[in-house]
């Protein structure tokens, strides 16, 4: 294979592309779009990826309900989306390309595995003419490969069976789509002998396959269609590629390191929070402690436990875990705990859309719990800022003896970007200190200790159980402020709940304010949290490119909100909330400021594209100019 960069005169230069790679949930496509992913990174391209899972662990096999798809988009500068629509679509299948085919740009280019397209597959996906004959592709570029027989001849010498060696025809694909798109090829090959190390037979038919693809692009006339995307110009710094998962991962163990106590996590296995469990099982050396229980509820209870025991306490579920979990974060309000609960957000409700993302679970996360029990939301707007919002989770957490809520969402945690990995150094570090000897003299002149005394935060001390003279009892039972004995009256309890509101609300003083993004003098003012940050980003971008203003303002801290943004939205004369709900943080926005704020709203389990938000802000624009 020649290395491209002694071909990159003849190939034409893009600004960006977008991929997206379609077939059944077997034919590897998730692996085929990590991996060019992964040579995108290190060749140096700004990127931002979109993995897709049929709902169905066993969907059948080439029906739409089993197409597996992974969009990635690779730029020469900085981008914050997945793409609007892909410029080209690689369908393994018939299922995939009429899945997938309505999400193309006009004039876009069609990579299909021509020995799928056969009479079976066809009406497996409701064909009833083959698409590769009748005229479906007119209007676009297309390139037909037998990948499947190719990637069988290739393997044929390799005593690989043909059943075997036609798994690998992911590799062909990925093949051909490096050449055309001037990939380097080294990162693969050298992935495939890491990956496969001792299994020769599999490292050398995914060799012959790639290398079948990548010669196929070069034999078949296919120059015209190739294209090079320069690498991007990004801050000097090591850098990796992560989604948000991982990068949460490695912020929960981060901050365990900045808090200098362990870290133990509490969780059950739930679509898309997973992977969290999956990624800080492999990090004992850091002190990390991981349980695997037996449901939703025990994982809480052994998380909140640790929290009692002077661990950073964490749980992660999604949607309909946080359901579960509501009875124990409330007794972690009343107990006055650290405790960071992670909700990556999927489409509901109940099962819903699992493998889809949507962030519908704000007011839940606000209210979802028995009584007046308040804490503490963080949200995290990229894959590579999930590593800073759970840092922040943390600190609040520890610092002001509450139970947190943190919250991403399934597009962020499967999706993926170039991160430039932080300077620990330049991380701050998060107080903990504690108690160590009794804070109250009795009646008696005995010095005891009190679990409710608070400092001028309103924040009791934390006792580890078995510290000497610390003997403390707490419960789900109202206790008395400061001694902590069970109380009844009437007015103990209005004052607790009063208390434990007002030391949530206290919080606001130690965040930091909100900023504006964008032009500050503008008359319109975008509100966002969570991922829609990618698509108002990349929005923001297109109509000041056109000559428009636009103000926005994205939230980290939704509980409780920072202190100057009432004064900050009381200066715009609209306010629109782009939100993957029907407009709860709207509604927030609205009972806490009486601002008439707007919503757009999308809940059809795919995040915003920037195209999407920038029609639905020029509207508000023109808007508020024809009303002058």
């Given at each position: 294979m020649t290395d491209i960069a002694q071909r990159a005169g003849e190939v034409r230069?893009?600004?960006?592309?977008?991929?997206?790679?379609?077939?059944?949930?077997?034919?590897?496509?998730?692996?085929?779009?990590?991996?060019?992913?992964?040579?995108?990174?290190?060749?140096?391209?700004?990127?931002?990826?979109?993995?897709?899972?049929?709902?169905?662990?066993?969907?059948?096999?080439?029906?739409?309900?089993?197409?597996?798809?992974?969009?990635v988009h690779i730029s020469d500068h900085d981008i914050t989306t997945p793409g609007d629509a892909p410029t080209v679509l690689v369908a393994m299948n018939p299922a995939a390309l009429k899945s997938d085919l309505r999400l193309l740009q006009p004039?876009?280019?069609?990579?299909?595995?021509?020995?799928?397209?056969?009479?079976?597959?066809?009406?497996?996906?409701?064909?009833?003419?083959?698409p590769l004959e009748d005229g479906t592709l007119d209007g676009?570029?297309?390139?037909?490969?037998?990948?499947?027989?190719?990637?069988?001849?290739?393997?044929?010498?390799?005593?690989?069976?043909?059943?075997?060696?036609?798994?690998?025809?992911?590799?062909?694909?990925?093949?051909?789509?490096?050449?055309?798109?001037?990939?380097?090829?080294?990162?693969?090959?050298?992935?495939?002998?890491?990956?496969?190390?001792?299994?020769?037979?599999v490292i050398a038919a995914n060799k012959a396959a790639f290398a079948a693809g990548h010669a196929f692009g070069e034999t078949a006339e296919l120059g015209a269609s190739r294209l090079m995307v320069a690498p991007a110009a990004l801050d000097p710094g090591t850098y990796t590629n992560i989604n948000g998962n991982t990068a949460l991962s490695w912020g929960l163990i981060a901050a365990s390191q900045l808090a200098g106590i362990p870290l133990f996590l509490g969780s059950y296995p739930i679509?898309?929070?997973s992977d969290i469990l999956h990624e800080l099982a492999r990090h004992k050396n850091f002190g990390v402690r991981t349980l695997q229980a037996e449901d939703e509820i025990a994982a809480v209870g052994a998380a909140l436990g640790a929290a009692y025991g002077g661990h950073i306490g964490v749980t992660t579920t999604s949607g309909p875990g946080m359901a579960l979990k509501a009875e124990t974060v409330g007794l972690a309000v009343s107990l006055e705990l650290p405790l960071?609960?992670?909700?990556?957000?999927?489409?509901?409700?109940?099962?819903?859309?699992?493998?889809?993302?949507?962030?519908?679970?704000?007011?839940?996360?606000?209210?979802?719990?028995?009584?007046?029990?308040?804490?503490?939301?963080?949200?995290?707007?990229?894959?590579?800022?999930?590593?800073?919002?759970?840092?922040?989770?943390?600190?609040?957490?520890?610092?002001?003896?509450?139970?947190?809520?943190?919250?991403?969402?399934?597009?962020?945690a499967n999706s993926s970007e170039p991160w430039r990995i932080p300077d620990v150094?330049?991380?701050?570090?998060?107080?903990?200190?504690f108690a160590s000897k009794p804070n109250h003299v009795n009646d008696d002149g005995e010095a005891v200790f009190w679990p409710f005394r608070r400092d001028e935060r309103l924040v009791r001390p934390w006792a580890i159980p078995g510290t000497p003279e610390l003997m403390h009892r707490i419960g789900g039972?109202?206790?008395?402020?400061?001694?902590?004995?069970?109380?009844?009256?009437?007015?103990n309890h209005q004052a607790m709940v009063r208390l434990r509101a007002e030391r949530i609300a206290l919080i606001a003083h130690h965040i930091p304010p909100v900023e504006v993004i964008g032009d500050p003098d503008a008359?319109?003012?975008?509100?966002?949290?969570?991922?829609?940050?990618?698509?108002?980003?990349?929005?923001?971008?297109?109509?000041?490119?056109?000559?428009?203003?636009?103000?926005?303002?994205?939230?980290?801290?939704?509980?409780?909100?920072?202190?100057?943004?009432?004064?900050?939205?009381?200066?715009?004369?609209?306010?629109?909330?782009?939100?993957?709900?029907?407009?709860?943080?709207?509604?927030?926005?609205?009972?806490?400021?009486?601002?008439?704020?707007?919503?757009?709203?999308?809940?059809?389990?795919?995040?915003?594209?920037?195209?999407?938000?920038?029609?639905?802000?020029?509207?508000e624009i023109e808007t508020v100019g024809a009303a002058r």
């Open positions: 230069k893009a600004d960006g592309i977008v991929l997206r790679f379609a077939g059944d949930s077997g034919d590897g496509m998730q692996l085929t779009g990590d991996r060019f992913t992964s040579a995108s990174a290190l060749f140096g391209n700004d990127l931002a990826t979109l993995p897709e899972f049929p709902a169905e662990i066993r969907a059948p096999a080439g029906t739409l309900a089993g197409v597996s798809s992974f969009q004039g876009g280019t069609v990579i299909v595995n021509s020995d799928a397209f056969n009479e079976r597959n066809l009406a497996k996906a409701g064909y009833e003419s083959d676009y570029t297309v390139v037909t490969a037998p990948m499947t027989d190719l990637t069988k001849r290739a393997c044929q010498d390799l005593g690989v069976k043909p059943r075997d060696a036609e798994r690998s025809k992911n590799f062909f694909a990925l093949g051909l789509v490096s050449w055309l798109y001037s990939r380097p090829v080294e990162p693969t090959v050298d992935w495939i002998d890491g990956k496969f190390a001792g299994r020769d037979t679509t898309p929070a960071v609960v992670i909700d990556i957000q999927r489409g509901g409700p109940s099962t819903g859309l699992p493998t889809k993302t949507e962030a519908a679970d704000l007011l839940m996360a606000m209210y979802g719990r028995h009584g007046e029990a308040p804490l503490p939301i963080v949200a995290a707007q990229s894959p590579s800022d999930c590593f800073f919002a759970a840092i922040e989770a943390v600190r609040i957490a520890v610092e002001h003896r509450t139970p947190v809520i943190l919250m991403s969402d399934g597009y962020l150094e330049q991380l701050c570090s998060i107080s903990i200190e039972i109202e206790k008395s402020d400061g001694s902590g004995n069970i109380s009844y009256e009437p007015d008359d319109v003012a975008v509100v966002g949290w969570g991922s829609t940050w990618g698509a108002i980003t990349g929005a923001r971008r297109r109509l000041e490119a056109a000559g428009h203003r636009l103000a926005h303002i994205h939230l980290r801290h939704l509980n409780p909100l920072p202190a100057n943004l009432g004064e900050l939205l009381s200066s715009f004369e609209r306010v629109v909330v782009p939100e993957m709900n029907m407009g709860q943080l709207c509604r927030m926005l609205r009972a806490e400021y009486l601002v008439d704020a707007k919503s757009v709203t999308k809940v059809s389990g795919q995040p915003f594209t920037a195209a999407e938000l920038a029609e639905a802000f020029y509207s």
